[in-house]
């Protein structure tokens, strides 16, 4: 069992950074690769970025790609989104997910979830 709690959202302007943090609970966060997903209002949840276990690869959705960074700590059970160049349409709640298995985009293969930290964007 692994429970998370997702810290760091707020509201910014076009252009600024935000660092999402994820702290997990339980000694077996290192065996867990990492993701984040986003859903913005009316749309459905998409993948933003997966990391494997040891965080020695790392995977990124288009949209995103060039301007945010995953990376984690396994000594601080924490997983980060370093977001850059923040943008109008990264507005939405920000997910943070654990997957046994692997570092995929695809939902259904993260066993367990945060709450959600809302990043709101203004232009």
């Known amino acids: 069992q692994v429970q998370l709690v997702e810290s760091g959202g707020g509201l910014v302007q076009a252009g600024d950074s935000l660092r999402l943090s994820c702290a997990a609970s339980?000694?077996?966060?290192?065996?867990?690769?990492m993701g984040w997903f986003r859903q913005a209002p009316g749309k459905e949840r998409e993948f933003v970025a997966a990391?494997?276990?040891?965080?020695?690869?790392?995977y990124y959705a288009d949209s995103v790609k060039g301007r945010f960074t995953i990376s984690r700590d396994n000594a601080k059970n924490t997983v980060y989104l370093q977001m850059n160049s923040l943008k109008p349409e990264d507005t939405a709640v920000y997910y943070c997910a654990a997957n046994p298995t692997g570092w995929g985009p695809t939902e259904y293969e993260y066993d367990y979830w945060g709450q959600g930290t809302q990043v709101t964007v203004s232009s």
């Open positions: 339980g000694r077996t966060f290192s065996s867990y690769a």
């Open positions: 990391i494997s276990w040891s965080g020695g690869s790392t």
